[in-house]
């Protein structure tokens, strides 16, 4: 229906405007139209339909809206205003709600602009206050006064108030427009009272205008509306209506534009586009803005916006489909894949498919218009032109910092297309380049950029405008860079839209959606031809419109929004929500392809960087693992450039170090270390060698004016400001030295450093030692918790009543050149530090005082306001490590990229070790090298996870100190003032005392724990016999023959060498034994069994090398006697063991001191002599020919199949300056001796068939032949001679000779007499000791003896390594076998033990004693046995007289025998514990000393109070009797909930033995009470303990990583505008001014409005319980470590069922889904727990055989992603045995990756090969574990739990 149009008008000012609102008459389809009535002068009107409202004349004009009511008005649009009018007529408030978009905003203005009613505008946020509405206080001539603000304007002006953000608001804000709503009445805070019209009218007609206004009444007008603007809540994020608030209103829903009219609307302003695409268009919005979008998470598409996107496709018609609807629309950044599955289907429906990148153009030209100097002409590649809005500046098209790549100039023709329509915001990875894109677009355009940064606090005024006082104390309101560059037609660039509050950010929709903006001082902004059509209807020139409030928004004025992609796994980084998808276009900008990549770093670089490279970045890029996607994001193209142009300048740097560092690898959790490990070995990226310069490059120096450290060289700067240049105490360490040098070359790069590391490993220190080194003065700023931006920047304070701001740290820094070192920087908060980014940017930061920081390449400006960046400043932060134990804020992952970051971790042992010597020059190195090795690895053990606390080398030197100024007193004690924090945590102290005692530091012990092995009477030596050397028989030439032949060495082959670092622990932590230490070595396989042992001294001669040869397969292990790292070569190459079942027999002997680092292996069935450099890994073949067969020769003959050890090497010698050595044949009739220094060897023929062969010296051989009759080989000159050894008794087996005489002492100890002659220890098997005087030199020789019982010696060892001669001491030590004891201990009652490997007799023929040392063990590897006999344990002799002692398992021991070497050991052990200071306590006697009685359980409080003593009450403390903690002589422990008073150990120990003893029978019952109250016998306990006992430490971690998470969710926050608290800086000027809010403290904050509940995390532990766990248990316990682990779960998750919800399900080849425990009720005692255990174990005993492990893990994903949780775990525990049930690698990779919201990970606990090897390549990077040692299994839990609990 049309209805006439009646226009009667008076006066021609009203034509203007009623011929706009003609226009409108003839909309089509309109039902009704707008009919303006004016009968007289005063009543002017608007009709819609039957509604009419009166039309007012404004008193200010500019206060009514402008040109937003368009020329044909929709249906829909009548419809709403209607309504309106009604409402308004009934003098009804109203309510628009909707969806986000400026619809609401337009609509009321529409109505405004319609019925030319003024306006009071202000957008609501979270920091909006009680003064923004009602009043605020200024000053003016130091008077304070009240300024009314826009409610009370509107309530006193009759205007209408528009509130926009209604849910945005906190909740005690507007409830104080309550009353003014509802009566229109409100108390002014000035005094004032605003009454209602009518009630004032009544009072008028009694009383005088002058009467009210003394009564300071304030008449509300009748015309005051108020309309506004919010969201429906809960379906959108804000704070719920209040509900008296909402009583007040009349609400309508502003719902989106119908197709039809929005249809039409974009064909009639774009008549050139095609009908069927605009069709299509709309049809994609409207579908996927129905309810049925809503269930897969899509956002409101802004529909309000669809004109932008008409308007780019009408201007370019090749921009098409998907590339144009992301603009608006950039699904890709916010859904799920199943939600961009449906979205991308969605529009190939409608035939928006994804273009052709190829088809966009690009920009070709940007030149100046020669129409128009505030535009510029863009030309593209397919000759299109566009003219859009330029900067003031020249166009730059040269930028020598951008090079031009495919990627960036799609996006920069994408970008010149939205920045002729609209404001823009560009989303990317960190790193990618957002920021290079946009000064690029700007340098086009001549556009200068103010670079804004967001944070999370930032509050609305820091957006628009911050209060501040002028030089007289008057307060004012100074304009912030956004309005600077709104007025200055610049662009903003808004860094950081995904950490600002939205309910902050939201004050600027209508200025990005209408360029129309009010602001706190009352300004409004208007858009350039709005301004321009009101100063023309008002003729007021520009400088009248700005004196009445008016200001115009430069027509070029642009906004550029930088962001973050949010978090699709967060529940919280959802920050591209409706409400931000309203307000720009947008561009999604990705990491540079790796083409383009390339192409850049080498444009900017002088070195083409390894392509590896950016393969790595590229494969992280790839995968979707969040993990991976940490990674990449750490690998940004910032970081790989500053890597490459690290690498371009100092080539010899390692690719993987470069990686490491930019990662920070040294503090990533586990999991992600693992995972980068592992891309880098697919990659083939390895650690490069160290060069030998680089090794010793580790000093610094000072030459004249060059300071060099290590490597690097630079000039030292001059400066006259020597106060601030640090002067430090510094010893130089390796370690430290290589990291300054790192500083060095970063720094001479102009780069920013960031230091990260643990508490105390010298941050500090270095950085003050560098900066001193270098001459550099700095400026020092702390961070915590409390810092905001401004106190970063400024510091107000008041000063004759005005604000005055004196500069920080950072500001003086930034003006005088200094270097601004930033401590503490995780402790504040990120988005306080995030500050610092614009700073290392772009060298610009805007001050809260109005200046600005501005780079040195800044053209100047704004000079007046600037502070120009002096070349010189540079910053240097420092930060702990993320993640645990400290939890603060991680600084690296926030803002890490632009700075060149350094790992800074505890000094290497050897760095350390050398530091500590110079704080402790008097501190035994022993000592000190206990301290470094203990303490690292309690930080190792903190790595781990497994204790809380990372103890740094701050501690180590506090101790040190302490040594060094009081050496009497122990270690032991001294290291107790370190520890002593943890001495009420039971398992962290046992952790601590275990570790120290383990590294020699005997924490606990006391000086009389000496157990030293009894000693036993020497059976006396006396001359037993008579040798004398005679001619063997009359036709036996006396001299022999002798072959002289030269070595040949065929190689050497190059070995390869791995190093292992064993778990030594000291022997005498509690008790001082012969045992000083002992280790296991890191045997290759399970089968492999040590066979040999020698040492020799090192090349340094100051300690021993260890040689073990180890068979199965065939390998030599070596380390040094006081280190616990150890190299081993595996040589099965050489000695293929399955070849014709040949079984090697390994001997080993060293070459001396000339040859530290080589030894002889010589192999006795192949007779295979090899050369071995154990420090190189270079092996090598002596060939002799003659006796010793070629390899070849011996691996193809098949008698090898069952052959013997028959060849034997004969290394008395080994040791000496000239090391020979012998070798022969059992039974043959020659011997070759070998001398390898001199590279020839002597073919030795024999009258007689030798057995044994022992050399005396080097010219004397003793043979033994197969009659047991003995012979003498001597050498005189070139001849050699043989004489048989008449004996004048029976010579038993000789096994031992030593090759030094004994001292003429010993000598006269065993002869009673002073005899000057030859000598020779031996051992022979029926002796304990033989001395052999005048052998071998002379022809006749005295054999002393100390003979054994007949069966003592039957089972002693002929041969090998079984027995040592100390000449220096006079020992003999010999090893003895396990299985029996010697024959004088079992008279003393000893019985075999299981836990003894052997024994080492001791014979010491100086102090006549024998003595039997227990070697600890299991007994020989089942493995050995084809090889050995019952034999002990394998010895050799060290360089100190000391034993080294091994076993077939490799269990090593280091044992000290002699007297001399233990009571020296002794004195310095006891001196590590330290004097005993009881004697120094105070004692007080009191009368009637209260002793201990009974034990008892004690009396019950009901009131629960607190009780301190006084054996009365339970539950108390410090007290004797009663149970309770911290008291004496109770029954057991009962926690009452206090403070503990603890009795010293002292008073403990006075208890008497009876009372104790009571005091445990009495805890023993209360335990068996507890069992029984849980039905639980004592067995089960017995037996659930064995499971518990083995992770007790794991679960202890666990539940200090849920505690320190929980503390820290709990954290208060800082609450603001409060009336009491701590002064807000921020909020100084409202304190002059007199308001009370102006405080703020801390509490516990509320959560943000609509933030998602915070829900638990979810895990689901599927367990393997098929019948193969049961069945290979005993192989390699796998099952009982399953189920241990599972115990460790059930233990450390208790009680955090609100952070974790939990259960335990099993998969055998019965079931998929075998429940065991419950999410919701898990087992709560350890009856329950124990019964979880058991039905695994029953289960996996008693199951059908098969496998269910796919079918399991795809149910328990699909099962468990479907409940409601923060995250959620799946962790799959199987054996590696998928591929007998057909199941693939890659369908169980698929299964784990099935649900993108559910992390799973998968643990194979049992392998046959390599199974689990090869299936964890296959699956997903950091998912998947072999675990094939099980006792790791709790540990690789406990990893997964650490790393993905922390993220």
């Known amino acids: 229906m049309k209805s006439a149009i009646r226009i009667i008008m008076a006066d021609r000012r009203a034509a203007h405007r009623l011929k706009i609102l003609s226009r409108q008459a003839n909309f089509c389809g309109s039902s009704s139209a707008i009919s303006i009535i004016h009968r007289c002068k005063s009543n002017d009107s608007v009709t819609i339909g039957d509604v009419s409202v009166p039309i007012k004349s404004a008193k200010h004009v500019h206060k009514v809206p402008k040109t937003y009511l368009p020329g044909d008005v929709s249906h829909s649009i009548l419809t709403h205003l209607k309504w309106m009018m009604q409402k308004d007529l009934l003098g009804q408030d109203i309510f628009l709600i909707g969806c986000p978009g400026p619809m609401r905003r337009r609509l009321a203005l529409m109505y405004l602009e319609m019925t030319n009613r003024e306006h009071e505008y202000i957008a609501l946020s979270r920091d909006t206050t009680e003064a923004d509405l009602k009043q605020r206080r200024e000053i003016k001539d130091g008077t304070a006064f009240y300024v009314d603000q826009c409610a009370v304007r509107a309530a006193t002006q009759g205007r209408v108030l528009v509130l926009e953000g209604i849910e945005k608001a906190e909740r005690n804000v507007l409830p104080v427009l309550n009353n003014l709503l509802e009566n229109r009445e409100m108390q002014l ?70 197709f039809k009219e929005q249809f039409e609307v974009l064909r009639g302003t774009h008549p050139s586009l095609d009908s069927a695409l605009v069709s299509e268009l709309l049809s994609f919005a409207h579908t996927i803005t129905q309810e049925e979008a809503k269930t897969l998470g899509i956002a409101d598409f802004p529909l309000s916006n669809m004109s932008l996107l008409a308007a780019i496709m009408a201007e370019f018609p090749t921009v098409r489909g998907e590339s144009v609807v992301g603009r608006l629309y950039p699904y890709n950044l916010f859904l799920s894949d199943e939600g961009k599955k449906s979205l991308t289907s969605t529009l190939e429906k409608f035939d928006l498919g994804k273009a052709a990148l190829s088809d966009a153009p690009l920009l070709q030209s940007v030149k100046e218009s020669a129409e128009s100097s505030s535009d510029a002409i863009v030309t593209f590649t397919d000759g299109q032109t566009l003219t859009v809005s330029r900067g003031s500046k020249d166009l730059q098209s040269h930028d020598p910092h951008y090079i031009p790549t495919n990627h960036d100039e799609r996006l920069l023709a994408d970008m010149m297309t939205s920045h002729k329509f609209h404001d823009m915001c560009i989303v990317g990875p960190r790193g990618c380049g957002k920021s290079t ?77 209408d360029r129309e903006l009010n602001t706190a001082d009352g300004s409004r902004y208007l858009r350039h031809d709005r301004f321009d059509e009101l100063s023309e209807t008002i003729n007021k020139t520009t400088e009248a419109m700005n004196k009445i409030g008016v200001r115009r928004i430069h027509p070029a004025f642009r906004i550029v929004g930088l962001a973050e992609p949010p978090d699709l796994n967060s529940t919280t980084g959802q920050w591209l929500n409706a409400e931000m998808l309203s307000m720009f276009l947008f561009h999604h900008m990705t990491a540079l392809p790796i083409k383009d990549e390339v192409k850049v770093i080498d444009s900017l670089t002088d070195h083409h960087v390894d392509d590896k490279l950016f393969e790595l970045s590229e494969n992280l890029r790839r995968n979707k693992d969040p993990t991976c996607q940490a990674l990449a994001n750490t690998l940004s193209t910032r970081n790989l450039l500053r890597i490459a142009k690290r690498l371009s300048q100092y080539p010899n740097e390692s690719l993987y170090t470069a990686v490491h560092n930019a990662c920070m690898s040294r503090f990533l959790p586990a999991l992600a270390k693992r995972t980068l490990e592992q891309t880098l070995e697919e990659l083939e990226i390895a650690p490069s060698p160290v060069s030998s310069e680089l090794e010793t490059s580790t000093s610094c120096s000072v030459t004249g004016n060059r300071l060099r450290i290590g490597n690097t060289e630079c000039e030292i700067q001059q400066t006259d400001n020597l106060m601030k240049v640090p002067d430090t105490l510094f010893y130089d360490n390796a370690m430290h030295i290589s990291v300054m040098e790192s500083m060095l070359k970063d720094y001479l790069s102009g780069e920013h450093l960031l230091l990260v590391g643990n508490q105390g490993v010298g941050k500090n220190k270095v950085v003050d030692r560098f900066l001193q080194l270098l001459g550099r003065p700095r400026e020092y700023i702390q961070l915590h918790r409390d810092t905001t931006v401004q106190t970063l920047t400024l510091q107000p304070t008041v000063r004759d009543g005005r604000i005055v701001y004196d500069d920080s740290p950072l500001v003086k820094a930034v003006r005088e050149g200094l270097v601004l070192v930033i401590d503490e920087a995780d402790k504040a908060p990120t988005n306080v530090t995030c500050v610092l980014k614009t700073l290392v940017e772009s060298g610009q930061m805007h001050l809260s005082d109005g200046r600005k920081i501005v780079s040195g390449e800044d053209d100047g400006s704004h000079s007046t306001q600037s502070i120009k960046m002096h070349p010189d400043f540079r910053m240097i932060v420092l930060a702990n490590r993320p993640g645990f134990p400290f939890l603060g804020n991680d600084f690296f992952q926030a803002v890490g990229d632009i700075y060149s970051c350094l790992a800074l971790d505890n000094p290497d042992i050897e760095s350390e070790v050398s530091m500590l010597r110079q704080y402790g020059q008097g501190v035994p190195e022993a000592t000190l090298r206990k301290l470094v090795l203990a303490f690292g690895e309690l930080r190792s053990l903190a790595d781990q996870g497994i204790i ?142 040590i066979c040999d042992v020698t040492t020799s001294l090192d090349a340094s001669g100051e300690a021993d090398l260890i040689h073990f040869a180890g068979v199965n397969s065939v390998c030599l292990y070596t380390m040094k006697s006081g280190s616990r790292d150890v190299t081993w070569i595996d040589l099965y190459d050489l000695f293929p063991t399955s070849r014709h079942r040949y079984q090697p027999s390994i001997r080993v002997a060293s070459l001396g001191s000339t040859l530290p680092s080589c030894l002889l292996m010589h192999e006795q069935v192949a007779n295979i002599l090899l050369l071995i450099d154990s420090e190189s890994g270079n092996v090598s073949r002596i060939e002799m020919g003659g006796l010793l067969d070629s390899v070849a020769d011996v691996f193809t003959r098949k008698n090898w199949r069952t052959k013997k050890p028959s060849y034997r090497m004969c290394a008395d010698l080994q040791h000496e300056p000239q090391p020979l050595v012998t070798l022969y044949e059992i039974g043959s009739n020659f011997m070759t001796a070998v001398n390898v220094l001199e590279g020839t060897c002597l073919e030795i023929h024999l009258p007689v068939d030798v057995i044994h062969v022992r050399m005396p010296s080097p010219a004397h051989w003793l043979v033994e032949d197969k009659n047991n009759r003995f012979y003498m080989v001597e050498q005189q000159g070139s001849r050699y001679s043989i004489q048989e050894v008449e004996s004048s008794a029976m010579t038993s087996p000789v096994v031992g000779v030593s090759s030094v005489p004994l001292h003429k002492s010993v000598i006269q100890a065993v002869t009673g007499e002073s005899i000057q002659s030859p000598n020779r220890l031996l051992v022979s098997t029926c002796n304990y000791a033989d001395v052999a005087l005048g052998f071998p030199e002379l022809s006749e020789v005295d054999i002393y003896s100390s003979p054994r019982e007949a069966e003592n010696h039957k089972d002693l060892p002929s041969n090998g390594p079984y027995v040592v001669l100390v000449p220096n001491t006079a020992q003999i030590v010999r090893s003895l076998p396990g299985h029996v004891p010697p024959k004088l201990l079992s008279q003393d009652g000893a019985m075999h033990e299981k836990s003894v490997s052997g024994y080492l007799e001791i014979t010491d023929l100086v102090r006549q004693k024998l003595r039997y040392l227990k070697v600890p063990g299991t007994g020989p590897s089942p493995y050995s046995m084809w090889n050995t006999s019952a034999t002990g344990p394998m010895i050799s002799r060290l360089s100190n007289d000391g034993i080294v002692s091994v076993d077939s398992r490799g269990r090593v021991q280091i044992w000290e025998t002699s007297q001399a070497l233990l009571d020296s050991s002794l004195q310095g052990w006891t001196k590590l514990i330290g004097r005993d200071d009881q004697d120094l306590q105070i004692t007080y006697e009191r009368d009637g000393v209260k002793e201990c009685d009974a034990p008892k359980h004690g009396k019950v409080d009901p009131t629960g109070s607190p009780h301190v003593g006084g054996n009365t009450w339970a539950g108390g403390s410090g007290g004797r009797d009663t149970a309770g903690l911290g008291g004496v002589g109770g029954p057991y422990r009962l926690d009452g909930g206090h403070d503990v008073h603890q009795v010293s150990q002292q008073v403990k120990d006075q208890v008497p033995e009876h009372i104790r003893q009571a005091a445990r029978e009495m805890g023993e019952k209360a335990f068996r009470e507890r069992l029984k109250q849980i039905q639980m016998s004592e067995f089960d306990a017995e037996i659930y303990h064995s499971f518990y006992s083995q992770v007790k430490r794991h679960i202890q971690s666990m539940r200090v990583v849920l505690d320190s998470l929980q503390a820290k969710g709990k954290e208060r926050q800082w609450l603001k505008n409060q009336t009491h608290g701590d002064l807000d800086d921020g909020r100084i000027i409202e304190g002059l001014t007199g308001e009370k809010t102006i405080y703020r403290r801390r509490g516990e904050k509320e959560p943000e409005p609509g933030s998602p509940q915070q829900k638990p995390k979810r895990l689901r532990l599927l367990v393997d319980v098929s019948g193969s766990m049961y069945r290979f248990n005993g192989h390699d316990y796998r099952l009982q470590r399953e189920m241990e682990a599972v115990c460790m779960v059930l233990e450390a998750f208790l009680g955090y069922e609100e952070k974790l919800k939990f259960d335990v399900y099993g998969h055998s080849g019965e079931g998929f889904s075998i429940k065991l425990t419950s999410a919701e009720e898990p087992p709560k005692n350890n009856k329950q727990r124990l019964q979880v255990l058991q039905t695994m174990h029953a289960h996996s005993q008693f199951c059908l055989s098969g496998d269910f492990t796919l079918r399991a893990t795809r149910h328990a994903i699909e099962e468990i992603s479907k409940e409601e949780a923060d995250e959620h775990f799946v962790i799959v525990l199987s054996d590696a045995n998928l591929d007998r049930y057909g199941i693939s690698p890659s369908s169980f990779a698929e299964a784990l990756s099935s649900k993108e919201n559910v992390n799973a990970y998968a643990i194979f606990i049992g392998s046959l090969g390599d199974q689990a090897d090869r299936l964890v390549k296959q699956l997903p990077s950091g998912h998947s574990f072999a675990c094939l040692d099980t006792a790791k299994l709790p540990h690789i839990l406990q990893q997964i739990f650490t790393s993905t609990f922390l993220k």
Do not use: C
Request: a neutral charge; glycine letters at 6%; aromatic letters at 6%.
């Open 437 to 513: 894109v946009v000064r690029k677009l700007s340098s086009l355009l001549g556009y200068h950029v103010e670079p804004i940064l967001l944070y999370q606090d930032m509050t609305s005024r820091d957006l628009l405008q911050q209060r501040t006082t002028l030089e007289n104390g008057d307060t004012a309101w100074r304009p912030s860079p956004l309005i600077e560059a709104m007025e200055g037609g610049h662009i903003a660039v808004l860094d950081g839209l995904h950490r600002i509050n939205g309910g902050t950010f939201s004050v600027l929709a209508s200025l990005i959606q």
């Open 948 to 1089: 809380a606390y990372p103890y740094s080398t701050r501690e180590v030197v506090s101790v040190v100190k302490h040594l060094q100024l009081f050496p009497e007193d122990g270690l032991a004690t001294v290291v107790s003032n370190v520890f002593d924090f943890d001495q009420y945590n039971s398992e962290m102290k046992e952790m601590i005392v275990e570790t120290m005692r383990k590294h020699g530091i005997p924490l606990g012990a006391v000086s009389t724990n000496v157990s030293l092995a009894k000693e036993y009477p020497l059976p006396p030596l006396s001359l037993r016999a008579k040798w004398n050397m005679n001619k063997i028989s009359a036709d036996t030439p006396h001299s022999l023959v002798v072959e002289h032949k030269s070595l040949k060495l065929k190689g050497p082959v190059q070995m390869p060498l791995r190093n292992h670092t064993v778990d030594r622990n000291s022997a005498r932590s509690t008790h001082f034994t012969e045992l000083e230490s002992m280790w296991t070595l890191p045997l290759i396989h399970e089968s492999s069994h």
């Open 189 to 258: 805070e000035d005094g004032r009272f605003l009454m209602k019209a009518s009630t004032y009218d009544k009072l008028l007609a009694t009383h005088s205008v002058e009467e009210l206004q003394k009564w300071k009444i304030v008449r509300v007008s009748e015309d005051f509306r108020v309309i506004a603007l919010g969201l429906p809540i809960p379906r959108y994020t804000g704070n719920p209506l209040d509900p008296p608030l909402r009583s007040r209103f009349q609400a309508r829903d502003i719902g989106n534009t119908p």
